[in-house]
C-alpha cells in the first residue's frame, strides 16, 4: 500500500506512529542495547504461549523487552498433542524450536480471564455450533478435557474454571512432546500455567504439579 494511502487508515497510521516512538526509544535511546541483540542470534530464556487476544499482548504485559520471550500466539492460547505427521502443525512447530534449538529454561502458557475461545467452548459444551471452518475444529480439541463436563450454573465461575483448565491441559499436552518430556524430567526445563484477570489485573499460576492456581502478584 502506498505511502499516501496509509493515511487513510487511522489504525495503520497509528501503528506506524508507534513504530517511530519503538525505534527512537530502542534505536535512538538505547543502541548498545539493539546492538547486542543484532550479533549473534536471539537467547531467550522463555516460550511464552498466549492467547492471539488484542487485550492479553504478552510483551506488553509482562513489559517484556526485544529478545526476552520466544511467543508463540494462537486462539486460546492452546498447545494441541504431539501429533508427528505431514500437518502443519504450527504450533507444534514454534515449541520445537523454542525447546531444541534456542534451548529456553521456561515455559510459560498464559491464558486469561474473559477468553472469545473460551466462551466458544462453553457455548459449544451447551450445544451450540461454535462457528468458524478452523475455529471450530481448534477449539473442540477441549471438549475431552477433564473439568469441560463440570459446569456450575454460575457463567463466571465457569468460564475462569474452563480457562484455568485449558491452560493445564496444554501443560499436560506438553509433556507428551518427548524432547519437553525428557527436559523437565532431567531438571533443565520449566512448565508454567499462568491465568491473568484482565479486570483485578493480577496473575494467577499453577504447575503440572501445583494444579490449583494461586496468585503470583498482588
Ligand atoms: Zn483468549
Known amino acids: 500500500m502506498p505511502r499516501q ?31 547486542d541483540l543484532m550479533e549473534g542470534s536471539q537467547r531467550p530464556e522463555v516460550l511464552l504461549i498466549a492467547c492471539s487476544d488484542s487485550r492479553v499482548d504478552p510483551a506488553i504485559v509482562t513489559n517484556a523487552e526485544p529478545g526476552e ?28 524450536y523454542a525447546v531444541t534449538a534456542l534451548k529456553v529454561a521456561h515455559v510459560v502458557v498464559l ?17 451450540h455450533q461454535v462457528d468458524g471452518q478452523f475455529v471450530g475444529p481448534w477449539i473442540r480439541q477441549l471438549e475431552g478435557c477433564r473439568c469441560a463436563s463440570e459446569t456450575t450454573g454460575d457463567s463466571t465461575a465457569d468460564a475462569t474454571r474452563l480457562e484455568q483448565c485449558a491452560i493445564l491441559n496444554s501443560l499436560d499436552n506438553l509433556m507428551t512432546f518427548p ?22 489485573a493480577r496473575l494467577w499460576g499453577a504447575t503440572p504439579e501445583h494444579r490449583t492456581f494461586q496468585v503470583l502478584t498482588d
Not at 183 to 200: A, I, S
Open 5 to 35: 494511502t496509509l493515511s487513510q487508515h487511522p489504525a495503520l497510521q497509528r501503528m506506524l506512529a508507534g513504530f517511530k516512538g519503538f525505534r527512537a526509544l530502542y534505536y535512538e535511546q538505547r543502541p548498545e542495547r539493539i546492538k
Open 69 to 96: 520471550l520466544f511467543i508463540v500466539r494462537n486462539v486460546a492460547n492452546l498447545v494441541p498433542p504431539y501429533q508427528p505427521d505431514d500437518g502443519y502443525h504450527g504450533t507444534s512447530a514454534a515449541i520445537e
Open 111 to 127: 491464558g486469561h480471564s474473559n477468553c472469545g475461545g473460551i466462551q466458544a467452548l462453553a457455548a459449544h459444551l451447551d450445544g
Open 179 to 200: 524432547f519437553i518430556a525428557e527436559r523437565v524430567k532431567d531438571g533443565t526445563l520449566t512448565l508454567n500455567g499462568w491465568w491473568f484477570d484482565m479486570t483485578e
